[in-house]
């Protein structure tokens, strides 16, 4: 009997963890440097859209994941806003495999982080009395398996590199 209750506690040790342990707001910015100026421009705005993740280790099994968001909208040359939207969450991931725990860290994570940011950029731009912003989606696997492909090309590079 106690083998069977020791089985099943090994069992379920190694079964993969994930929990949102906290999802918050890292950073916040928001500016008008053209204003009041911008307001009495024809609206016709060019949006530029920068998103970068990271993550670190807090401890055994706990991550930082952090999502950035930069949207500069411009009217003709002049900035009519800049909101960046540092979105962070604390994740526990237990006994995944190292390809396995990438992916959580740079596709899963972001993944469930995304909408609050979303959220943040567009209740931003919603008080600064902009024309609403409503960010895509945005498929962060595909994110990541490009990121996977960059790195084996860049490690074939490398090693073609050193036999030559």
Not at 97 to 103: G, I, T, V, Y
Not at 114 to 120: G, I, K, M, T, V
Request: with cysteine.
């Amino acid at each position: 009997m106690a083998e069977a209750t020791n089985n099943a506690a090994t069992n379920e040790q190694a079964a993969p963890q994930f929990q949102i342990q906290r999802v918050y707001t890292k950073d916040i910015s928001f500016e008008t440097p053209n204003s009041p100026a911008i307001f009495q421009k024809e609206w016709k705005p060019e949006v530029k859209l920068d998103l970068d993740t990271r993550s670190a280790k807090l401890a055994d099994d706990t991550y930082e994941v952090v999502i950035s968001i930069t949207v500069t909208t411009k009217v003709g040359e002049d900035v009519a806003f800049l909101a960046e939207v540092q979105q962070a969450g604390i994740f526990t991931i237990a006994n995944l495999p190292e390809p396995q725990l990438a992916h959580a860290l740079g596709a899963g994570c972001p993944n469930i982080l995304f909408p609050y940011a979303r959220e943040a950029v567009a209740s931003l731009v919603n008080r600064g009395t902009f024309p609403p912003l409503n960010l895509a989606p945005v498929n962060f696997d595909a994110l990541f398996a490009q990121y996977l492909q960059k790195r084996q090309q860049e490690a074939a590079a490398e090693g073609a590199q050193a036999d030559a």
